[in-house]
């Protein structure tokens, strides 16, 4: 594990990153907040390291609501504009890499939660998805802008505080009033949406630790001293087991420990990097299951690690969670778990309200909570499935291992991984993803059959039922079952082309059928909307 001065001065030195600023690259946030014992005032110094473009002359930081005591450059304070949504700093001519330090504080009204959880007792937690890290922190708070990132929470001394990261126990200071204060080191890059805390009465248990070569990774589970013996039991029983699924298929665990943290957010699950928060109220209730788990860790590999570059890309982050939710699931209890998860996300995005827009969907990049819906999620998952189903399984899952390794740590666009799945499918896939990622809705078929007895052959005619804006689909490979009345069944596979709305073919078949089934295993996301004979 490298330190934190030797990964900042690769960072500081190595190739750019696509920041949202143009111009400017944060490399580091180093951030000191004091928490209120009462109230909910907070008072903050960040120092934040940046490399800029010879042509930037200014950085903006966004940070909302907030009053800003002063801004500083090298032990002494700069001018600065602050409108009540960001901080304009101009920049002197000169360094490459530069630091300013912002002092300021105030009551956030988002992002950083502070009031009293579902146990009666006082908790703050910050929840910063999508962009609401601006609410407490001044940052260039964007997915495109990864950082590294220390966090030293001053909070009272009864209180454990959960960050990023590890946790520096030689900075730790034990202080006269009552109170402590707790530093958090991230080393690798991450979103700012994921930069967080946790503060409280918390019971933390240790599971088994995941080994990742010769690093070991502490596995913790964070709650409630009322609810850690649920959660030790049920959701969280196979923690460890969770992280090595993804281990084995994809690689090494990217961060330097795993918390899971039962906290007081707006979302049901939320990945942060390394200290993953979970909602309270699925425990108090009891109702908490292991779903969650296996979505939320998934995302430390894709989502955390491996970011999506802007907003309208984000089935790269939930896409991938919410289908190996169900890889997870069917390598720790059996195949049955993949294709009832995967029934299910089909029977999700055909009811939802967003089949008539595309995943990769540009008209919702400014309000990215709209992008929370069944093409981010449910279709996402079988955009993976119907590629692993065309590619293969050994191509796939290099492709995958490709995508971590190249992308870790940095941000990837969707062209990006169609390059790397292409490369390791020797492939040229720009038909699956045009049509999966960039058309809106899915085929429906009407398919009609006769049965030419004579040639031993089933003339089949396929129609695209679908929305014309919907566009054509291509199936390479669809499969139909034939069943005979007594009880005879043969599976033919044939290809429906994207080039019209009919497809029209004979396939051998040795018998008369009785009954024709399209697609029977589940393979496509598709809706048959009629079949019978002609």
Excluded: C
């Amino acid at each position: 594990m490298r330190t934190v001065g030797s990964l900042l001065a690769a960072l500081l030195f190595g190739a750019p990153a696509a920041g949202q600023q143009r111009g400017i690259d944060v490399q580091h946030y180093d951030f000191l907040v004091a928490l209120p014992d009462s109230g909910s005032v907070i008072q903050a110094r960040a120092w934040i390291v940046f490399r800029r473009s010879p042509g930037a002359d200014t950085i903006d930081l966004q940070l909302v609501d907030m009053s800003v005591d002063s801004v500083g450059h090298s032990q002494r304070s700069i001018a600065f504009t602050y409108d009540g949504r960001k901080i304009r700093v101009p920049l002197a001519r000169g360094a490459r890499t530069d630091t300013i330090v912002v002092s300021y504080h105030g009551v956030p009204r988002d992002g950083l939660i502070i009031g009293t959880n579902a146990r009666g007792r006082r908790a703050i937690f910050a929840d910063n998805w999508p962009e609401r890290a601006r609410y407490w922190l001044p940052t260039v708070d964007h997915p495109s802008d990864k950082a590294t990132v220390a966090i030293d929470v001053s909070a009272p001394a009864s209180w454990r505080v959960v960050a990023n990261g590890v946790y520096d126990r030689r900075r730790e200071v034990f202080r006269v009033d009552g109170r402590m204060n707790r530093p958090w080191v991230e080393t690798r890059p991450i979103p700012t949406y994921t930069m967080v805390i946790g503060a409280g009465e918390f019971t933390v248990s240790t599971h088994r630790p995941a080994i990742n070569g010769r690093d070991t990774v502490p596995i913790q589970v964070w709650t409630y001293p009322e609810d850690s013996a649920f959660a030790d039991s049920v959701p969280f029983r196979r923690a460890t087991e969770i992280v090595e699924v993804m281990q084995r298929l994809i690689g090494p665990f990217p961060y330097e420990k795993l918390a899971h943290v039962q906290s007081s957010t707006k979302f049901g699950g939320m990945e942060n990097s390394s200290a993953i928060f979970y909602a309270e109220k699925p425990y108090v209730e009891r109702k908490m299951g292991e779903g969650v788990v296996r979505h939320e860790t998934s995302h430390q590999w894709f989502g955390d690690a491996v970011t999506e570059r802007d907003w309208p890309d984000i089935w790269l982050s939930e896409g991938f969670a919410t289908y190996f939710d169900g890889v997870i699931g069917a390598a720790l209890d059996g195949d049955s778990v993949l294709a009832n998860a995967m029934r299910a996300n089909a029977e999700n995005y055909f009811k939802s309200d967003v089949t008539d827009r595309p995943i990769v969907d540009s008209g919702y990049a400014a309000d990215p909570i709209k992008l929370l819906n069944a093409n981010s999620y449910p279709k996402g998952a079988w955009v993976l499935h119907m590629l692993h189903g065309t590619i293969g399984d050994s191509a796939f899952f290099r492709g995958l291992r490709a995508y971590y390794r190249t992308y870790r740590d940095s941000t990837a666009t969707s062209e990006d991984f169609q390059r790397v799945m292409e490369k390791e499918a020797k492939a040229d896939l720009g038909w699956f993803f045009h049509q999966w990622l960039y058309q809106p809705g899915y085929p429906q078929l009407d398919v009609t059959w006769q049965y030419d007895a004579g040639a031993r052959k089933v003339v089949l005619g396929i129609t695209q039922r679908q929305e014309p804006e919907w566009g054509l689909f291509g199936l390479p490979v669809l499969t139909l079952e034939f069943r005979g009345a007594n009880g005879a069944t043969v599976r033919r596979d044939i290809t429906v082309t994207g080039g019209g709305r009919e497809t029209s073919t004979r396939v051998d078949l040795p018998f008369t059928p009785a009954e024709v089934l399209v697609d029977p295993d589940g393979k496509l996301l598709l809706r048959v909307t009629a079949i019978g004979r002609r």
